[in-house]
């Protein structure tokens, strides 16, 4: 497995971009400004959107792994790469994501906490809406991981 830092073409990653947000309009608002990174094992299995979001806080923006690449611990690489990335130069890693119970469960086995929501972001914020395992999302919920050493 290897991790790798693209820093130019980003936009040839769309497909995958579009696994992690539905949106095209919504990646082009952090995509340029944030650093991806992309996972392989041997091929391209999930990737990462990080940007920095004032005095030592890093946020995931986007979080994708192929659908066919599920459940087998690439998410999670993703997320340990990203804090130990970050570790030195961040205090903590924030997310934002909608209420599906399984995507949130996932996120606070990898140590996230919630601690902020906004009502109404993705109704506001998406042309369509957007449904996962059957939920309409409406708020975003955000979620907190204090990284050890951080600046």
Not at 13 to 28: C, F, K, N, Q, R
Not at 36 to 52: E, Y
Not at 89 to 114: D, I, K, M, N, W
Request: net charge neutral; glycine share 8%; proline share 5%.
């Amino acid at each position: 497995m290897d991790i790798v830092h693209v820093r130019s073409h980003k936009k040839a990653w769309l497909p995958l971009l579009l696994v992690g947000d539905e949106s095209e309009a919504m990646i082009d608002r952090y995509l340029e400004r944030g650093e991806l990174f992309v996972l392989h094992d041997p091929d391209a299995r999930g990737l990462c959107v990080v940007t920095r979001e004032g005095e030592g806080v890093a946020e995931i923006k986007n979080l994708a792994v192929a659908a066919a690449w599920r459940r087998r611990g690439y998410g999670r690489a993703l997320i340990e790469f990203v804090c130990a990335r970050y570790a030195s130069s961040c205090h903590s890693v924030q997310l934002g994501t909608g209420e599906v119970p399984s995507t949130l469960a996932f996120y606070r086995a990898c140590g996230f906490v919630p601690f902020d929501r906004i009502p109404d972001f993705f109704t506001r914020n998406y042309p369509q809406p957007i449904v996962e395992e059957g939920i309409l999302l409406r708020d975003m919920v955000y979620l907190r991981r204090r990284l050890s050493a951080g600046g």
